[in-house]
Nanobody, 127 residues
Framework: QVPLVESGGGLVQAGGSLRLSCAAS????????MGWFRQAPGKEREFVTA????????AYADSVKGRFTISRDNAKNTVYLQMNSLKPEDTAVYYC????????????????????WGQGTQVTVSS
């Protein structure tokens, strides 16, 4: 098990910024690829971004490219999601996820390929 705990969500005006954190426990965290997904009311969970085990590779959904940045600090067992230029359509519950695989690829975009999930943190962007 790799318990994941997200934090940093909240209410922000359009154009503002938030930084989400995902703290993991367990010695194997640094070997896992990590991802962020989000789910808006009435919609399916969708991929936001992913990062490889050392942070050397990242992937982003087109809707967040240039605005969001994923990073990780393996010494702190933490993954971050810096969100800038937020839009009302970014409103969702954001989930952190980990998978038993170190690298990212086309399969990183699919939620079913992740093995562990956090409880989610709400992000609300007002217009």
């Amino acid at each position: 098990q790799v318990p994941l705990v997200e934090s940093g969500g909240g209410l922000v005006q359009a154009g503002g910024s938030l930084r989400l954190s995902c703290a993991a426990s367990g010695r194997t965290f640094s070997s896992y690829a990590m991802g962020w997904f989000r789910q808006a009311p009435g919609k399916e969970r969708e991929f936001v971004t992913a990062i490889s085990w050392r942070g050397g590779s990242t992937a982003y959904a087109d809707s967040v490219k240039g605005r969001f940045t994923i990073s990780r600090d393996n010494a702190k067992n933490t993954v971050y999601l810096q969100m800038n230029s937020l839009k009302p359509e970014d409103t969702a519950v954001y989930y952190c996820a980990a998978r038993h695989y170190s690298y990212i690829g086309s399969d990183s975009y699919t939620a079913a390929n992740y093995d562990y999930w956090g409880q989610g943190t709400q992000v609300t962007v007002s217009s």
